[in-house]
């Protein structure tokens, strides 16, 4: 768990959590309505958005806005971008929304990439281009984007989920570079198998949980707390759990031995 007085600021401000009605996104607003955020709240179920916010409020005595939106549609992202221009104290951003498609990528309708593009990819540099100049402004913020350990290992098996959780990565990069000096810090968070709700999803209707090792799977509480820790140490690609980063190291080292043709990585 971050510490109380997060990132040496001396009051918390405020928090816009996308994908926040379950999950990874839900357990970011619990944590952080622990440390005091305000929040808002963006995602497509107004009901699970509804009680989320009324628990946090009652629990942690801070403002929970719910703002329903569904971020494959760009003009709820500019509704999104509408009450980002109105925080005067928005410190954290979170870009979490995302969903997985099982099966074949000839089989999928086209329609349904072109949402994920939008979802994973277009919606965080959407929100993150509205959000920059308040942070810069103050001096202070931190933004967090939800890629995938797929961005790191590369699975042909899920080519527009690892592509775009890869872009989504490789912008997080290249934008903390952009933003050095400004206070702000940016993270790629790239979480692998997490229990939540994103495999109970119609697209990805088939899977099994039982198919990998229980050891491979982690809590979203252990994902976001390790990932609100890592804002300390400012690390850009954050890998959560042990057996997670090694898999990511293991198989990079693989790509970069073949392409090298090396085998001293």
Not at 139 to 156: E, L
Not at 178 to 194: D, N, R, S
Not at 239 to 261: A, F, V
Request: hydrophobic share 40%; with cysteine; net charge neutral.
């Amino acid at each position: 768990m971050i510490s109380e007085n997060f990132m040496g600021w001396e009051s918390p401000g405020s928090a816009l959590i996308t994908g926040s009605s379950s999950g990874i996104g839900a357990e970011f607003a619990r944590q952080l309505a622990q440390q005091g955020f305000d929040l808002i709240l963006v995602a497509r179920r107004k009901e699970k958005l509804d009680a989320l916010s009324k628990t946090l409020q009652e629990k942690y005595s801070i403002n929970a806005e719910v703002l329903v939106a569904d971020l494959s549609k760009i003009s709820d992202n500019e509704q999104v971008i509408s009450k980002i221009n109105e925080i005067e104290n928005l410190d954290i951003l979170i870009n979490n929304a995302g969903f997985g498609i099982l099966g074949n990528f000839l089989q999928i309708e086209l329609m349904k990439y072109v949402d994920m593009i939008n979802v994973h990819f277009t919606s965080p540099v959407m929100l993150c281009h509205a959000t920059i100049p308040g942070m810069a402004k103050r001096k202070r913020g931190v933004i967090i984007n939800t890629s995938s350990i797929f961005a790191i290992i590369k699975d042909s098996s899920l080519i527009m989920y690892t592509t775009t959780k890869s872009a989504l990565a490789i912008f997080s990069e290249l934008l903390n570079v952009k933003v050095k000096g400004t206070g702000i810090y940016i993270q790629a968070l790239c979480p692998g198998f997490t229990y939540s709700e994103f495999h109970d999803t119609d697209t990805m209707n088939g899977f099994q949980r039982s198919w990998y090792n229980p050891e491979q799977w982690m809590k979203a509480e252990d994902v976001v707390s390790l990932s609100l820790d890592a804002v300390k140490s400012k690390s850009v690609i954050f890998i959560p759990g042990e057996i997670n980063r090694q898999s990511g190291i293991i198989n990079r080292k693989k790509k970069l031995s073949k392409y090298l043709n090396c085998d001293w990585l």
